[in-house]
């Protein structure tokens, strides 16, 4: 088990510079965000794993603030099978596309500590 405070272990880990997930023992499942137990088969065996960091992204919404540029929220489907929410970094919001192939890295100086966040890794899903 992976004790009471996985959310914890998480901010830990993702302070090394990882991109941590969980595996189930049980069912063999990615686990995402961080449980004491598996959501699909209830299993509390769960073991720490580190994503490669290359996915999907499934879904954006461009956030405009008035008085500052516009951000792009996603998911992404990480190849390791689990979805995340964050933000594609260093291309404009508009640019960012479903489709769209993506590499996590870990950002230390988040506005409120490490946090994983995303940028481009090369062409659409579909391109060819």
Do not use: K, N
Not at 56 to 66: A, K, L, N
Not at 80 to 106: K, N
């Amino acid at each position: 088990m992976t004790g009471f405070a996985p959310h914890r272990e998480y901010t830990d880990r993702l302070g090394t510079g990882s991109v941590p997930y969980q595996t189930c023992d049980g069912c063999l499942s990615a686990v995402f965000p961080p449980r004491v137990i598996c959501p699909r088969c209830g299993a509390t065996e769960l073991r720490w794993s580190e994503s490669a960091g290359l996915g999907t992204v499934y879904s954006i919404s461009v956030i405009s603030p008035r008085d500052a540029l516009p951000y792009p929220v996603v998911l992404v489907d990480l190849d390791e099978g689990f979805r995340m929410m964050s933000t594609v970094v260093e291309i404009p919001a508009e640019d960012v596309r479903i489709g769209a192939r993506v590499r996590a890295r870990v950002d230390q100086d988040g506005p409120s500590g490490p946090r994983v966040v995303f940028a481009a890794e090369g062409r659409s899903e579909g391109e060819s």
